[in-house]
């Protein structure tokens, strides 16, 4: 049996990397992970983990990330604390799930 020839893969037009198109995003106004997910085409779980790397990247620039901390649904508790970029999965106060 004869083995088909693979097509040969065309490099992407893109010259910015997943993380470029991220920090191109976050120059403006503020977005939330999902609007760069919807953005950058991928899913909202790998925002997390290229934006910490990014965060890394700026402070050796001089500049900062500004993070908008989580908050409640319920009762309005705001984590300030919380460095972590991911969303809490469940309110300390009234246990709730309703986090934004």
Do not use: W
């Not at 997943?18 to 953005?39: C, K, T, W």
């Not at 009762?75 to 460095?83: E, S």
Request: proline share 6%; net charge positive; glycine share 8%.
């Amino acid at each position: 049996m004869k083995a088909r020839a693979k097509k040969p893969t065309i490099p992407s037009l893109k010259e910015d990397t997943v993380r470029h198109a991220i920090m191109a995003l976050l120059g403006g106004e503020a977005v939330s992970a999902l609007d760069i997910s919807r953005e950058v085409r991928i899913p909202e779980r790998e925002v997390y983990g290229h934006l910490e790397h990014i965060r890394r990247t700026l402070r050796t620039t001089g500049l900062r990330l500004q993070v908008v901390p989580a908050a409640c649904g319920e009762c309005g508790f705001i984590f300030h604390k919380r460095t972590r970029l991911t969303k809490p999965g469940k309110c300390p106060v009234c246990r709730s799930n309703h986090i934004s």
